[in-house]
């Protein structure tokens, strides 16, 4: 049988680098394959039907990140469980976890579908690129169970410390993926439904092996007795995964307004937009793997009241996202043309991507270090804060965008974005340091009070 990885012994910079750089790989080919999905698209069936998939994405993000916080809610519950190597708490925190993701999913699929259409033409969806946005949203939220089953897999792995098998899931899925995208769009002559397709049934081999080494874990020996229902795990599991959930709804929402007054501009607008959010999620994602090495490292830690350990594992990541921010951000601000050209054709969306990406890429340190202190703040079992912090950066996008896009226009766009990343950024930093500076407090007490006892 398979080990779990154990967090809260050995060198901490070795153990997150090991952990790290294997979910990096897994984040950035996932992603990769999402810009090789435009790529295809927009090559394939031209700049509308990217747009048409690129309009879908604030939508696509409110519904697959309200499950996906839900899921890192719940695994931080798992990882604090197998923390404190409490393995009866961590089998039934594990079965409640499916029980409610399935649900949810459930839920979340009728809502999706019967709202699909009326939200798309709220966000003033342009008529010529909105039969292609309903076809491909169809396929993907049908296929939400899929997703559902996906994220909750991959979570659980990540907290128990196994960045290894999502690695080698995504390697196969994006095969798998990339394949099926070129051969229904350039040989079944699909359209946009090629696409969604061939993600659904990536998605199914990954959750798949995913699940394959789930079962071979020693310590997951689950049982119908742990499927048992239990009001007080639910109402713990609930409590960390609804505001993390509610958290990236509400980001979501102000993601959405945004949408709103993009595609008010024009289709030219909505497609520049559509491939520079690609470019960003993508440039985001080695300090997003940081955020989700801090949340696994710091979850088991605080289980185990290795609280001086969690202090070592903030400066390793923060280091990872500062040598992110310099690399990275660099290319968005000195290669933007470069950047646009992979993914657009036209000479409009990309002189509009010239302006929007260097923006970014200047701010682009804010987001960087927010997913490393706002995932701290999580894994002490304290969702509220970094909640109270999407709320802000709904509000900082609604405000900015609505204020300024009449004066500088399509630019307001990445100001609106560069502000939620500064204020959400303040707010983790300042909640995680006296959070941890509290428990850091305590722990002294108690040394000083087995010292005087001895």
Known sequence: MAKANDLTKGKVTGLIL???????????????????DTAIVGKGLGDRALAAVGNMSSLTFLIFGFSMGLANGFSVIIAQSFGAKNYSKLRRAIASSAVLCLMIAIILTAVSLSFLKPTLQLLRTDSSILKDGLTYGYFIFGG??????????????????????????????????????????????????????????????????????????????????????????????????????????ITAVGCMVIQFFVNGLGVAFTTAYSA??????????????????????????YGAKKFGRI??????????????????????????????????????????????????????????????????????????????????????????????????????????EASAWIGALLINMIAFESMLRKHLGKTEIQHKKIRSVA
């Open 311 to 416: 202090r070592e594992g903030l400066r390793v990541c923060v280091a990872i996202s500062t040598l992110s921010y310099v690399f990275l951000g660099s290319l968005m601000i000195f290669f933007p043309e470069a950047l646009a050209k992979v993914m657009l054709s036209g000479s409009e969306p990309i002189g509009l991507a010239r302006q929007y990406l260097p923006i970014c890429g200047i701010f682009m340190f804010a987001v960087d270090y927010l997913f490393v202190f706002r995932s701290g703040c999580q894994a002490f079992g304290k969702p509220l804060l970094p909640m109270i912090s999407g709320i802000l950066e709904m509000a900082l996008r609604v405000a900015v965008i609505a204020l300024f896009i009449p004066v500088i226009g399509f630019s307001a766009t990445a100001f609106a």
């Open 144 to 249: 939400l169970v899929i997703t559902i089953t996906y994220n909750l897999f991959s979570c659980i792995l990540r907290a128990l410390g196994d960045s290894k098998t999502p690695f080698i899931a995504i390697i196969i899925s994006t095969a798998v993926n990339l394949f099926l995208d070129s051969f229904c769009i350039f040989v079944l002559k699909t359209g946009v439904e090629g696409a969604a397709i061939a993600t659904i049934i990536s998605q199914i081999v990954s959750a798949f092996i995913c699940w394959l080494r789930i079962r071979k874990i020693d310590v997951l020996h689950i049982t119908r007795e742990d499927f048992r229902s239990n009001g007080a795990l639910y109402a713990e599991l609930f409590k960390n995964g609804l505001p993390m959930a509610a958290m990236n709804s």
């Open 18 to 36: 090991r952990f790290y750089f294997p979910l990096l790989l897994t984040n950035m080919l996932q992603q990769m394959y999402n810009i090789a």
């Open 276 to 301: 520079c959010s690609k470019y960003i999620t993508l440039f985001m994602q080695p300090s997003c793997t940081a955020g989700f090495a801090m949340s696994a490292f710091t979850s088991q830690n």
